[in-house]
């Protein structure tokens, strides 16, 4: 990373004791030496799958526009990280029906929304900014909102790209939870050039 991106201004309760920055250097690393603290915790394992995905999908291209407009491009990176950060929490738990009335299942807010995430992220090099559930989670059955930001690279289609994030991200909840999808909301809210850049909504 360059200086210009720089997650280590991010400092996180949230992962288990580890921060934003050191989970970067981890990746960095190649993973080795294993960490078995970070390995362990569901939390930075969100946070590792989300940056492994921002490097993969557009990173390269969000460090050469940083270069021209270092200070737009700070703030929205630093934004997204902070996203992250927060998403990786656990949050709530959302109830999974079993069988047998005696077994008790649930699955945390935050894999369902490192889940959304996940779903989102490369949709046309897109990348999620924030991911909201809108809602009561923890009672099954409760109509369920779920509204992301995101951001795009210059000349893509926004509205087939909110189209195509909004089913792809569907169609995981519908797979892997029981959650009572009542919309999914996607805003374009930026848009990345090296020589322009322009705020636009897609809802």
């Known amino acids: 990373m360059t200086d210009s991106l720089d997650p280590g201004a991010l400092d996180s309760e949230d992962l288990d004791g580890h ?3 050191e989970l970067s250097d981890y990746l960095d690393s190649g993973r080795s030496p294993r960490n078995p603290d970070i390995e362990n915790s569901p939390g930075c394992q969100i946070a590792l799958a989300a ?8 990173w ?6 940083a ?4 200070e737009r491009d700070n703030v929205w990176i630093t934004r997204v990280l902070d996203n992250i950060k927060r998403e990786a929490r656990a949050g709530r738990d959302i109830p999974i029906s079993h069988p047998d009335p005696t077994v008790e299942l649930t699955v945390t807010e935050g894999s ?6 996940a779903a989102g ?6 990348i999620i900014g924030k991911c909201v559930l809108d809602g009561d989670v923890t009672v099954p059955g409760e109509p369920i909102e779920v509204n992301v930001t995101a951001s795009v690279a210059w000349g893509e289609n926004l509205q087939a790209i909110a189209a195509l994030m909004r089913a792809r991200i569907l169609d995981d909840l519908r797979l892997h939870t029981e959650l009572n999808i009542l919309s999914v909301n ?3 809210q930026d848009i990345h ?6 705020t636009k909504d897609v809802q």
């Open 67 to 70: 270069e021209s407009d270092p």
């Open 193 to 198: 050039t090296r020589h322009s850049a322009t």
């Open 121 to 126: 992220d490369g949709t046309g090099g897109a």
């Open 60 to 65: 390269a291209m969000l460090e050469a526009e």
């Open 112 to 117: 369902v929304r490192g889940l959304i995430r």
């Open 19 to 21: 921060s934003i920055d």
């Open 51 to 58: 940056l492994t995905r921002l490097r993969a999908t557009t």
């Open 186 to 188: 996607v805003m374009i």
